[in-house]
């Protein structure tokens, strides 16, 4: 995104344009950060300002938060929007979402400067809707790791492709990327949700709307996670919904033919064709039909 002293833009679509969004240093002027905000003009600057706090995008953020980026455009422009987006957009930009929606409904009422607690705004713990999982309980997550499940289209072939999961200290998080698969423009990248009391954690993509999740089990002694897997998949002319077994398996280094279309002629086929037959015998995935 381009930057600099005087101006700052939001990307809409793949035309980088311009939208009423002030400068951050403009922001602060109009609304100190330890301030109380209690307008609609003084919350929308407080939504503006945490977006460029963020880094997000006008499009980044109605992805984020799961709305239509013409209610983002709406809600930039102080029009009225439901509850439910201010909602989404609090949850996403780290603020007190009931005192945000009382200023915003112009009632006098105090928002305080984020919402979440110290220890959250910090940067050292992921959003209450992620889990709320601090990132030193979480650290051993960070790493590569091959990932195998069975082609959606193929017979007796599997996919391999390798994922890396980071801490996002600017959203704090952690935050997975694919990388080497065979079909690369469909890569994903996407966040971790984990419930404090499951034993299963969520990777969870979300793109204008459409999600695709994996439910895998906890990292294990093996290093490894096993689970399940829900997405869409392009079948000749038609987007069938589909699933099965997955598996992360961590590694430090891959051998040059690990990744890509896997069919019985390679070496690896019979390895990676046992770890996706234990996750379903072992009962990290159950398919039913």
Known sequence: MPDSDCLRGIKIGIFPQLVALSHPCDLMKKQPAAGPVTTR???LDR????????KLTQAELADAS??????IQNLLGGRSVRDQTLFDVCMVLGLDFHGLRDAWHGESVAVDNGGMNAEAQSGGVAP????????????????SYLT????FSLPDTIVSYRTDITWDAEWPSLLFQERNRPDEPYAHRGRLYIPASSSFIHLV??????????VVSQLDRAEEMRGIITTINKQRATMTPVATAILYARRENFDADAFGEITPKNRVY?????LLDETVAEGYARLVG
């Open 41 to 43: 003009s003084e919350a």
């Open 47 to 54: 939504i503006k300002t945490a977006m460029v706090e963020k």
């Open 66 to 71: 799961d709305c239509h980026e013409k209610t």
């Open 128 to 143: 209450v809707y992620m889990g709320a999982y601090a990132q030193i309980a979480v650290d051993h997550y960070v790493g």
């Open 148 to 151: 195998l499940r069975r082609s």
């Open 205 to 214: 993509s979300l793109t204008k709307g459409a999600m695709r999740m994996i």
């Open 270 to 274: 019979a390895e990676y064709k046992r």
